[in-house]
């Protein structure tokens, strides 16, 4: 059974710094790897898809790494805004046929 | 292009009722999954359907159930409700399965059990 963590579970930082978020998994076979960004009471935002045979994929401020053998998978985003407040999910696709989500990181960004 | 949309956004029920939760694809994708997001906890994976077929199922009881049409909208049915079913329910559809493909999520029916 896949397993998803996400360290830390919230961060707060002052505008302008870069933010690091952490995506660990238990089973490194897996197909793709999706990053989500969540506001309060909302649906989910697709960010950043990564398939299994890619290291990276980035979107504007946004870069995401990907190490299937380790099963670590980092977002990084660049200069960060009050407006990257809310919670930031990953999530793992595998063979047991469904995506297995990290319970999430709450990110705020202090103007 | 419209995105996948649910409805209604919310939902009060009283316990022991039935819920009905509607969700139509992005048009051209043929899976559709389901997730609950209860207070305080993650996502937890309900039903996927592709192609009309159920293709897996979470560890939820049987009074939870669905179904999708001929034109890949889906629905979501919860049966005899209880109180902890009150959730965010989150639906989501991409081209291929989502293993193998960018899935896309709807902005939620809210559901109060009361």
Known sequence: ?111 | EAGVTQSPTHLIKTRGQQATLRCSPISGHTSVYWYQQALGLGLQFLLWYDEGEERNRGNFPPRFSGRQFPNYSSELNVNALELEDSALYLCASSPLTAIRSEAFFGQGTRLTVV
């Open chain 1, 1 to 111: 059974k896949q397993e998803v963590t996400q360290i830390p579970a919230a961060l707060s930082v002052p505008e302008g710094e870069n933010l690091v978020l952490n995506c660990s998994f238990t089973d490194s076979a897996i197909y793709n790897l999706q990053w989500f960004r969540q506001d309060p009471g909302k649906g989910l935002t697709s960010l950043l898809l990564i398939q299994s045979s890619q290291r990276e994929q980035t979107s504007g401020r946004l870069n995401a790494s990907l190490d299937k053998s380790s099963g670590r998978s980092t977002l990084y985003i660049a200069a960060s805004q009050p407006g990257d407040s809310a919670t930031y999910l990953c999530a793992v696709g595998s063979n047991d046929y469904k995506l297995s989500f990290g319970a999430g990181t709450t990110v705020t960004v202090r103007a």
